[in-house]
């Protein structure tokens, strides 16, 4: 069956103009995938899922937004798109962008982008430029741009990138029949907290479908909300919340708040033993995906939140592919190679 992508299916829902074009590479749909194994070592006693936003076209939970604000600039004679990005916004800007028939213009912090998502872009046709410093660097530099060009910028300060991501929650809820009563989720420029809790509450107030506790997690050495002021050179394995100035931060910690819950930060090798465990369960997603759900051990760990009897969705953000090196840097490092014979394979057998 063909999915008909979010802007058609939730398009009622959505604050989007009537100008705005509805574009579709058929994004959303993701599954909410139970992880029973997880959550028994988690300590057990609660249902786990996880939302596999690594399944949308570009491999992340950006398609979702950039389908609205691409097909709302499009939608208004807009022929060039421009972004700063960790990584993912700048793979699913360009796709955007190349199914609308316009321009991609994405600025990168150099050295410090993911190499499948460095691919993506130029795969999709995006014009990539590398800027010395930080995200936080290359986003100023392109709302410099947009005060002075005719380029319409795409980053999550947009707010149809909101409205696009928060078709997530809404799926959430139309598969459990509810919302959960926690959702963990990672941070880095905050717009993907503020969507969902954002799309909770527009259920909850047309359906009384029930508003989640949020666990919004960082990584240690990108933890502005945590720490209450920004990092000026942030530094986590996790390169896409490695943000130290969150656009959206004000809003993500008043959602938080608002939900009765938290924004917490994990270290690192807490940030990787999560992906490891996340993938031993079948689910491999890129380094910051599992922030969330390190945050959830973290929290159940020092009896922080106690999960018996909940419901929990935690969102991974990401496809494992999207970041090949952190798997291949240590698992990879020794493979043993030999030659083709029996004899030399029994070690293993
Ligand atoms: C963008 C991104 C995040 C962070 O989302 P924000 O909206 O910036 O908080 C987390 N994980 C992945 C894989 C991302 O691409």
């Known amino acids: 069956m063909r999915?008909?992508?979010?802007?058609?299916?939730?398009?009622?829902?959505?604050?989007?103009?009537?100008?705005?074009?509805?574009?579709?590479?058929?994004?959303?749909?993701?599954?909410?995938?139970?992880?029973?194994?997880?959550?028994?070592?988690?300590?057990?006693?609660f249902e786990l899922f996880v939302k596999y936003e690594g399944l949308n076209p570009t491999g992340s939970f950006k398609d979702r937004g950039l389908a609205a604000a691409v097909g709302e600039a499009v939608g208004r004679g807009a022929?060039?798109?421009?972004?700063?990005?960790?990584?993912?916004?700048?793979?699913?800007?360009?796709?955007?962008?190349?199914?609308?028939?316009?321009?991609?213009?994405?600025?990168?912090?150099?050295?410090?982008?993911?190499?499948?998502?460095?691919?993506?872009?130029?795969?999709?046709?995006?014009?990539?430029?590398q800027v010395r410093g930080s995200f936080d660097h290359a986003l100023a530099l392109v709302r410099e741009a947009?005060?002075?060009?005719?380029?319409?910028?795409?980053?999550?300060?947009?707010?149809?990138?909101?409205?696009?991501?928060?078709?997530?929650?809404?799926?959430?809820v139309d598969a459990l029949g509810r919302a959960p009563d926690w959702l963990a989720i990672p941070v880095g420029n905050a717009g993907n907290i503020t969507a969902y809790w954002m799309g909770f509450r527009a259920y909850h107030r047309a359906k009384g479908t029930g508003l989640p506790r949020l666990l919004g997690v960082q990584a240690a050495g990108a933890a502005p909300l945590v720490l209450g002021h920004p990092v000026e050179n942030p530094e986590t394995v996790a390169t896409a919340i490695r943000i130290g100035k969150p656009a959206r931060g004000a809003e993500a910690l008043a959602a938080a708040r608002e939900s009765g819950g938290r924004i917490i930060a994990v270290p690192d090798e807490e940030i990787l033993a999560m992906q490891r465990l996340l993938a031993a369960e079948g689910v491999w997603v890129e380094p910051a995906s599992a922030a969330g759900l390190a945050g959830l051990a973290a929290e159940i760990r020092r009896a922080a939140l106690d999960p018996r009897g909940k419901t929990i969705v935690a969102v991974v953000t990401g496809h494992g592919l999207k970041d090949p090196d952190a798997v291949l840097r240590t698992a990879g490092a020794d493979l043993p190679t030999i030659e083709p014979v029996l004899d030399a394979l029994t070690p293993w057998l």
Request: charged letters at 15%; hydrophobic letters at 45%.
């Open 79 to 129: 022929r060039t798109v421009i972004c700063a990005s960790t990584g993912n916004t700048a793979a699913a800007t360009a796709a955007y962008a190349a199914r609308a028939g316009v321009r991609a213009l994405v600025l990168v912090p150099e050295g410090k982008i993911a190499r499948g998502k460095l691919a993506g872009a130029l795969a999709y046709g995006a014009q990539v430029v």
């Open 146 to 172: 947009v005060a002075h060009y005719p380029v319409a910028l795409v980053n999550s300060i947009n707010p149809y990138r909101l409205q696009g991501q928060q078709t997530a929650a809404f799926e959430i």
């Open 3 to 45: 999915r008909p992508g979010i802007l058609a299916r939730y398009w009622e829902w959505l604050d989007l103009p009537e100008h705005t074009v509805p574009l579709s590479l058929s994004e959303g749909d993701t599954p909410l995938i139970p992880m029973p194994r997880l959550a028994e070592a988690l300590g057990g006693g």
